[in-house]
């Protein structure tokens, strides 16, 4: 755990929490501000700051998890569909420095925005580019 994140201090007991999901690794709580009716956020208990830091036991857990909840929250507030997300980095727009996944409950006319909004203006890029762009990702997966 850490000391300093508000997160760790839910799991602790310390902050309370609207619960509404618990494993042994996993917890699953209402988002305190949240963007729609229902959001919920779904944790590793142990800390890890970004998606690359959990090791893939607990990464399939908290993923089994969200697989699981996205269509019971949904079902509990009667949306019409979710966005599914995790900000990976304070530039991806992270604010809480634990690894988090947003379940936002959709309704049809919420005014809200499909995820590709988040991305900014799309790059323009060639097909070379392209190219060369997944050349770079697929080496530094091989590794």
């Known amino acids: 755990m850490s000391a300093d994140c ?3 201090s839910i799991v602790d007991g310390d902050i309370p929490a609207r619960t509404v999901y618990e494993t042994g690794d996993v917890l699953a709580f209402l988002d305190a501000n949240p963007l729609a009716r229902g959001h919920t956020l779904v944790i590793p208990k142990s800390h890890a700051q970004h998606v690359g830091d959990l090791d893939g036991d607990l ?17 509990a507030v009667d949306a019409d569909g979710a966005n599914v997300g995790i900000n990976d980095g304070e530039a991806a727009g ?7 996944a947003h379940i936002i409950p959709r309704f049809e006319g919420d005014g809200g925005a499909p995820l590709h909004a988040v991305g900014g ?10 190219d060369e762009v997944g050349e770079t990702v697929a080496a530094a997966i091989d590794g």
């Open 121 to 130: 203006e799309r790059p323009d890029l060639s097909d070379d580019e392209l």
């Open 59 to 75: 990464a399939s857990e908290l993923f089994a998890a969200v697989t699981e909840l996205t269509p019971r929250v949904q079902a």
């Open 6 to 8: 508000i997160f760790c």
């Open 94 to 100: 992270q604010e809480v420095p634990h690894v988090h």
